[in-house]
């Protein structure tokens, strides 16, 4: 477990598949613009269920570090925060994705719990570099990012897939030598 001043970070579990559905669905509104679409089998509580199993796997592995953004003060799942992609070798480097509820968005939740990424990533497995992309049109994350320490290499043109549309994505980036 990661633990902040106001949030902790720990992985999710079979338990928290109920909770992790319910995120996603009172969420699905706001995260669509942003995210590849998904069909509404991915919305089920099994299928959480399913994906949480593998993420667990994929942890021990060290392939990708999926945590649940809980509430200190009531251990309410608020979001979920990642590292994926995680390349060791030559590279140590990882992308990380995020999401928030949208009732805890402008709290600095979500920057809180990247910089605890970020320091896991940089002294708990030993990466030297931590991605992230992000919409152009996305303003509130691209400040989580930057209040992060990550900084702006560049765009990716038609990066993602999203509803049926290749959308642009800024580059950012944080380094383990950075200093914020």
């Known amino acids: 477990m990661l633990r902040g001043k106001r949030i902790y970070l720990r992985p999710l579990e079979e338990t928290d598949a109920e909770g992790y559905t319910n995120l996603l669905v009172r969420n699905r509104h706001v995260w669509q613009d942003y995210e590849p679409a998904r069909d509404n089998k991915y919305y089920t509580q099994e299928n959480q269920r399913k994906s949480i199993l593998e993420s667990k796997e994929d942890f021990i592995n ?95 043109r038609e990066n993602l897939l999203i509803n049926g549309e290749w959308k642009n994505h800024f580059l950012y980036a944080v380094l383990s030598t950075d200093k914020k």
């Open 62 to 156: 060290g392939k990708s570090y999926i945590f649940g953004v809980f509430l200190i003060e009531n251990d309410e799942l608020v979001g979920e925060i990642s590292l994926y992609n995680v390349k060791g070798g030559f590279f140590q480097t990882a992308s990380a994705g995020y999401s928030m509820d949208t009732d805890q968005t402008g709290k600095g939740l979500a920057t809180e719990g990247l910089s605890l990424l970020i320091r896991f990533a940089f002294e708990t497995i030993k990466l030297r570099r931590i991605e992230a992309g992000v919409s152009p049109e996305n303003t509130a994350s691209i400040r989580v990012l930057e209040k992060a320490g990550f900084q702006k290499e560049g765009l990716m």
